[in-house]
Structure formats: C-alpha cells, structure tokens
C-alpha cells in the first residue's frame, strides 16, 4: 500500500509541476501600448527585448517589430522581418508531430506559431506596400505571391475541416487591388489590371472607386498627360487581436459526460471545474470614419474603405472555430482519460488517494490558456483615395473625419508627382492623430 500511494503521489505530482502557459499577448502589452502613444522607439527597445527571451511568441515579435520600423520610416527593415516571417511560416506549414502531441496534454501554445490565415495573407500585403514604400522593384511579385498563396490556403482549409470553403476566402480586398494597379502601372498590361479590378469589385460588390479604375483601364490610360497618380493609403483603427474566453458550451457537455462516467465506471474522473479556453478575435471600433485629402490647401476627396480586417480575420477563424473546440476537448479528454487509467492501474481503492488524483487532474487542466499569439499591431481597416494630379511637388493634408466633418487637426506631407508614374502615400491613424511619419515613396 505505501508503494502504491508512493507512485500516486509521483504521479499527482508530476501533474501539479506540469508548467501551464500564461496568455502570450501579456507579454505584450506593454510594446503594443507604446506603439499607440507614439513612442515607437519605446515600443522598439521593449520588443527587442523580448525577441532575446522567446517564449514561442518570436514571430509575432518580429511582425511587431515590422510595424514599428514601417512607421518610423525603416521600410527596407520592415521588409527584411516581413520576409524572414514568410518563410518560418512556410516552412510551420509542415506538421510537427511530436509539438502535436506535447500540445494535447498541455495546450496549444506549445506548438510553434505559423500564423492564422488571414495573417499569411496580410503579411503579403504589408511586403507589397513595405517594398512601395522604397523603389517597388519586389512588389509586384510579392502581389502575385499574395493571391498564389490565398488560393493554396483555400484549398488547404478545404482538406483540413472537410467543407466547401469559398472562393473569396481569405482574399483581402487591397491584394487584387494592389495587383491590379502595379499591372496600370506598366502603361501597357491593362488586361491584367482589368482583371485584378474586376477581382476586387466581386470582393466589393458596387464600389464606386473600383468601378472607375475598371471604366478606366478598358481606355487603356493610366493618367492625362503630363499628370501622375498619387494613392492615398490610410489604415484606420486598432485592428483584430486575441483574447482568452470560456466556451460555456463544451465545458458544460464535459460536465454531464463526467457525471455519467463517473456514475457508470468503476472510478470517478476529475471533475470539470476549469473552464475550456479558447481565443476570440476582438477588433475596437474605428476612431473616425475616413481620411479628408486636401491638395496645396484645397480640399479634394476622402479616403474609401478598401479592406475591413476585422471582418476578414473573424470570417477566416470562424471556419477554424469548430477544430479548435475540438482540440480544446481532446485535451479534456486525454488529461481525464490519463487520470482514469493512473487510478486502474495502481487499483486505487483508497478515497483519499482517489481525491488527491482527482484534485491533480483539476490542478493539470487548470493549467490550460488559450493561443492568444497573434500580430496584434494590424490596423482594423485599410482605406484608399487614387488621385490624378500635374507632375510636380505638392502639399497633401490628411485629416480624419467623421460625419463628413474634421474631427482632428490635419498631418501634412509633401509628394513629388511623376508624369506618367505612380506616388504612394501610407499612414496608419489607430486614433485621431497618424503614428509616427506619413511615408511617401520614393
């Protein structure tokens, strides 16, 4: 008998030991918050030093660390993160079996970080505009790569749950859009922007601004002479991030299953007293509603909503919810199922070395947090504004407004408009006043 409560207890406390993750995005806020308030050399220095004690959380560092470079004028640094991401997640794509494993006896942030779909996607995206922020000479290969890997995430996500996953899955509207101005730009494959702007408008059903670019390229001229154009790209609102959440659901059924095994079995299971964890996308609502452009002080257009991240990223999860339930009950499942068979093998027959495996398997399941990774530092949506103006330098204001009214005073920049050529503007407003510079390109 002391043997056998000898081992129990080796057992009970193996499990007690058994280190839990803590939700990652803590480590975070820190970083995140110093973004926000402007101070992106604060926000630098934290996610440096985080990036030099990983804790399974390195990429999402790194696309941090991208945004904050982007937005301190460091274009080609971001793009180096930008890069070095892609390829990690590439190579994640492939399933490691023994993280697998580990990850259902723990939880699913000891598996290594390959990013959400909608991630993969975006990343591609902010490549496109990091490199049109500097010469654009890999940007419009990185638009390509953007739509050639949407189309194998669709199919993947065909393979993994099983259902009919659409077209349109994924697809963040600016990919196509971006592929089909780079294509104008040439001044000569107007039928790959026709089809690009096509692609858009059946991503955005009836947009004005899209159904001109169409109208326009069938004429096949990119702008009057002696104009150029100049792309006001705004990124409004603090977009999509993780947090941790009960699912009542699951956690219910797991209570009533307990309570008929225990009734039925010869020993009874620990019961469900932790709450199954499992992350949701949250977004906050946008600051205002659009960007107002005046031109050399003349007010001239707003900015157009393009891509609502927010609903991107919470229609991609949405299809992935069900396996993540799924896993979040495995893992119920394995942990009661381990202190089930502990119990039948040692022939536990002693209520006190019953409760203390029972109290362990609680303590093991309490261990549990929800994947909260994610790159929390996207904006919640993208906007746009194509202006045709005379070659030559001018001063743009950009100003958030709301109801059609300015709600904040205006940022200025100054842009040098090549005849025949296109000029890109980026800013990001998570509130009312843009982070760090309006960047033009070069």
Known sequence: MLQQRSLIWLVVGTWVLTPGCSTHSKRLVGPRQAFYANDLAYAHEQLDRLSEQPKGDESVVELELAMVELLSGDAAGAERRLRAVRDTWDHLEQKNLAEEATSLITDDQRRAYSGEDYERLLLRVFLTLASLMQDGVDAESYSLQTLAKQEALREQAQERWGTEIPESYCVPPIAPYLRGVLREATLSNYDDAHRAYEHTERLLPGAPFVLEDIQR?????????????????????????KIEVAEHATQEALLIADRILSATGEYSLPPTIAPVKIPQIVSSPKPFDLVGVEVNGTPVATTLPLTDLHRLATETYASKLPSVMARAVSRRVIKKGAVYAAKDQFEVNSSIASLALDAAGVLWEATESADTRCWGLLPREIQILRLELPAGQHRLNLEPVSAGAPVAPPAACLVDVVDGRNTYVLSYWPDRQPIGEILVSH
């Open 217 to 241: 390229v069938r004429s096949g001229v990119h702008s009057s002479q002696r104009h150029g154009v100049v792309y006001v790209i705004a990124m409004v609102g603090r977009g999509p991030y």
